[in-house]
């Protein structure tokens, strides 16, 4: 019932923003008790959780890249978005949005939802 869909462009350039959408049918992201994440997966390697906004609207960010990233929402759209600055060809990765009560890297089974996923490819 819940689905998840990420929006947003494919191919960036350096030093740009990166600016995504997860738009969120069959609940509503200010639900008690969930987190709204993004997560996302470089070319060979493992998921790596970027943040998340919790149904209260407080964000939580990844330490290795909280400096870059700012995650906000949009209730009356049931969306949720994703801004992060100054990318680099390192940044190129599938990026997913996934509903879970809990945030961070170590549990992703714990991530009931997810996004289909969206490639984004930094050129330098």
């Known amino acids: 019932q819940v689905q998840l869909q990420e929006s947003g462009p494919g191919l960036m350039n350096s030093s740009q923003t990166l600016s995504l959408t997860c738009t969120v049918s069959?609940?509503?992201?200010?639900?008690?008790?969930?987190?709204w994440n993004w997560i996302r997966q470089p070319p060979g390697k493992g998921l790596e959780w970027i943040g998340a906004?919790?149904?209260?609207?407080?964000?939580i960010y990844s330490s290795s890249l909280n400096s870059r990233t700012s995650i906000s929402r949009d209730t009356s759209k049931n969306h949720f978005t994703l801004q992060l600055s100054s990318v680099t060809p390192e940044d190129t990765a599938v990026y997913y949005c996934?509903?879970?009560?809990?945030?961070?890297?170590?549990?992703?089974?714990?991530?009931?939802?997810w996004g289909q996923g969206t490639q984004v490819t930094v050129s330098s």
């Open positions: 069959g609940d509503s992201i200010t639900t008690n008790f969930y987190y």
């Open positions: 906004i919790a149904s209260s609207g407080n964000t």
């Open positions: 996934a509903r879970g009560r809990q945030y961070g890297s170590s549990k992703w089974s714990r991530y009931e939802f």
